[in-house]
Structures are given as structure tokens and as C-alpha cells.
């Protein structure tokens, strides 16, 4: 697995980077974990359900891959699937996310996705009036970022339509 951030928030501001190692996290009240992963393996997973108590289904789906897009609910948390894609050498490239929320984490995880989410994690970051609502928000701000990931491409399909016109 690669871990690309792992932080922990307090009232919209980051505190702390968490290493998984830690196998506990104590948040609570306006705290969430918010962790990055791309392409993480079966026992890494088997570890974040466990820490988190990540719905079977749900872990399995997020490694297995190649889902349909949807939003699945297990009690309090959420598991959804959204799919990406950008241009890559004149072919559209596809990948997919999976974000596993909870009240008081929230972990995204990459699959075949060259989009990295550094710049939309500082983007958030540099609101914090706006993170303090917790995961919920930054659901919205990932999904508004893959969304947006989309018009790049739309657009130059569009140029290339114009062209045999």
C-alpha cells in the first residue's frame, strides 16, 4: 500500500500525521482521520477494517476493483464508488475511488488513477471553516474534484468533434 497522507483534524485544521502503525486513533468530537491510499493490499486492508470497522462487503469491493459506480450504506458509515478518467497519449485513461466515510474518518483509496488528491487536500486545507463539518465535507470535495477532473477531457473531445466538422 501506499500511504500518500494520513493526518489527523481538529476543528478544520490539521493537528498531526497518524502512521497506521498506531492501530488506534482516538478521535472524537469535532477530530477525523482523513487517509490517502493508492492501490492499498488485502492485509493492509484487513488492518483499516479492523481499526475503523469497515464493512466486509464494502473491503472486499474496494480491492476487487472494477466496481459500479454507487453510494452503499453499512449503519453509519458510507461506501462509495465514483470512477475517474483523463486523457493519457490521446486514450482515455479510466481508474476508480473508493471512500469509505465514517463520523470520524475518512479514507479514500485510489485504483488506476494518475490524479493525485495532494492539491485538493490543500485546497481544503486553506479552509478550514469549511473542513471543520468533517468528513461529510471532504466527501463532497473529492467527489467535486473527480467531477472536475472530467471537463479537461470533455473539452478536448469536443475540440477534436468541432475539427471533422
Known amino acids: 500500500m501506499t500511504v500518500v497522507a494520513s493526518y489527523l483534524y481538529r476543528n478544520g485544521k490539521r493537528v498531526e500525521e497518524v502512521p497506521l502503525e498506531r492501530q488506534t486513533f482516538a478521535a472524537g468530537g469535532s477530530e477525523f482521520v482523513w487517509i490517502g491510499l493508492v492501490e492499498p493490499t488485502s492485509d493492509e ?23 459500479v459506480r454507487k ?6 458509515q458510507l461506501f462509495v464508488v465514483i470512477k475517474t478518467a483523463h486523457l493519457e497519449h490521446d486514450k482515455i485513461a479510466y481508474g476508480e475511488t473508493c471512500i469509505f466515510v465514517g463520523k470520524h474518518h475518512m479514507i479514500s483509496e485510489r485504483h488506476g488513477s494518475a490524479r ?35 471537463l479537461p477531457m470533455v473539452e478536448t473531445m469536443e475540440d477534436r468533434v468541432l475539427e471533422l466538422e
Open 116 to 150: 493525485s488528491h495532494k492539491d485538493l487536500r490543500e485546497q481544503m486545507e486553506h479552509s478550514p471553516q469549511l473542513l471543520e463539518h468533517g468528513p461529510d465535507y471532504v466527501l463532497h470535495g473529492i467527489i467535486d474534484f473527480v467531477v472536475d477532473g472530467y
Open 71 to 76: 453510494i452503499d450504506v453499512y449503519g453509519d
Open 45 to 67: 486492508m484487513e488492518s483499516l477494517q479492523k481499526m475503523f470497522g469497515l464493512h466486509p462487503l464494502a473491503v472486499e469491493d474496494a480491492l476487487v476493483g472494477k466496481q
